[in-house]
Every structure is written in C-alpha cells, then in structure tokens.
Nanobody, 114 residues
Framework: QVQLVESGGGLVQAGGSLRLSCAASGTTFGISVMGWYRQAPGKQRELVATITSGGSTNYADSVKGRFTISRDKAKNTVYLQMNSLKPEDTAVFYC????????WGQGTQVTVSS
C-alpha cells in the first residue's frame, strides 16, 4: 500500500510561482512513474507532468516552459515547480504514482487570481 500526500498549494497572483510536493510512503519499491494531474471545475482531470524512475519527463503543452517536475528518489518525493502562473492554471492538483496500478493523492488546491 502506498500513500501520497501533497502539499504546497495555495492562492497566488497571476505571474507568480508555487512549488508543490508529494511524498510517497508505505510500499514505495517499484514505483515506476510519479507525476501531477489537475482538475478544474467542470473539466476532466488532465495530465500536467510526469517523471519516470529513470528521470524521463513528460509535460502537457499548456505548461511547457513554465512548470518543472523533479523527483528525489531517496525521499520518495516528487516536486512541481510552477512559474508564470495563469488564472487558467486554477485547479485541484493531484499527485499520481504508478506501481503496477495507478495511485492518487487527495489533491491540493491551486488558485491563481488575475
């Protein structure tokens, strides 16, 4: 069993920055991918960024050049540095991990005011 706990969400003005963290605990051996998805009100959950155990990254086109995902394998933690935030980035951000099956955190709210 793996638990994912997010932190770092909040309210920020457009153009500002936030850093999200997600710590995995429990049976973390074998986690192949970690990342972030988000869900805005009335919209489907969508990919933001993922990183593999080998360090390969994947980003949604809408965040390329603004967001950076990184991973501290020793701490079983994944980070999402978000810069140049826009009001359309407002959403609940969910931590994601894959260990043969998909796992999700409880979500953290990110609100970007104009």
């Amino acid at each position: 069993q793996v638990q994912l706990v997010e932190s770092g969400g909040g309210l920020v003005q457009a153009g500002g920055s936030l850093r999200l963290s997600c710590a995995a605990s429990g049976t973390t051996f074998g986690i192949s991918v970690m990342g972030w998805y988000r869900q805005a009100p009335g919209k489907q959950r969508e990919l933001v960024a993922t990183i593999t155990s080998g360090g390969s990254t994947n980003y949604a086109d809408s965040v390329k050049g603004r967001f950076t995902i990184s991973r501290d394998k020793a701490k079983n933690t994944v980070y999402l540095q978000m810069n140049s935030l826009k009001p359309e980035d407002t959403a609940v951000f969910y931590c994601y991990a894959r260990r043969g099956y998909d796992m999700w955190g409880q979500g953290t709210q990110v609100t970007v005011s104009s």
